[in-house]
């Protein structure tokens, strides 16, 4: 399990004896490194009793064209550069702040896929 509690170490390298244990509101989950490919989503309750939707796998982007003002859907071709990772790129993994190839030309993703479940992105340049 993932835990986002507090340390057990102190900045001087020393011990925090644990005073409680572990807490559900403290659980985390292992990260969705959304690819290019069919569809896939999972639906999984968090906190509150809301959803996230994790998106494993899409081939679509909602790419908004600044120049005319809307959103086209667009196919996507390859993940060109990720600051996220040095290996992103080469696996094709996208994350907020990619920069993909679409259909429509090259598209930086402003949102984060793996808990929205859709994939937006806006347009950056454009392919001739």
């Known amino acids: ?32 490194e959304t690819l290019i490919g069919e569809r896939k989503i999972k639906k999984v309750r968090v906190r509150g009793g809301n959803y996230k939707i994790k998106l494993f796998r899409d081939m679509f982007a909602n790419v908004y064209v600044p120049k005319e003002g809307k959103v086209v859907r667009a196919e996507i071709k390859r993940v060109v550069e990720n600051p996220a990772h040095v290996h ?7 994350t ?33």
């Open 88 to 94: 992103y790129a080469r696996r094709n993994v996208i």
């Open 1 to 32: 399990m993932i835990w986002h509690g507090r340390s057990r170490r102190k900045p001087t390298g020393g011990l925090y004896r644990p005073h409680r244990k572990k807490r559900k509101y403290e659980m985390g989950r292992p990260q969705v």
């Open 96 to 128: 907020k702040g990619a920069i993909i190839e679409t259909s429509v030309g090259l598209a930086k993703v402003t949102n984060r896929p793996s808990q929205e479940g859709i994939i937006n992105a806006v347009l950056i340049e454009e392919s001739s």
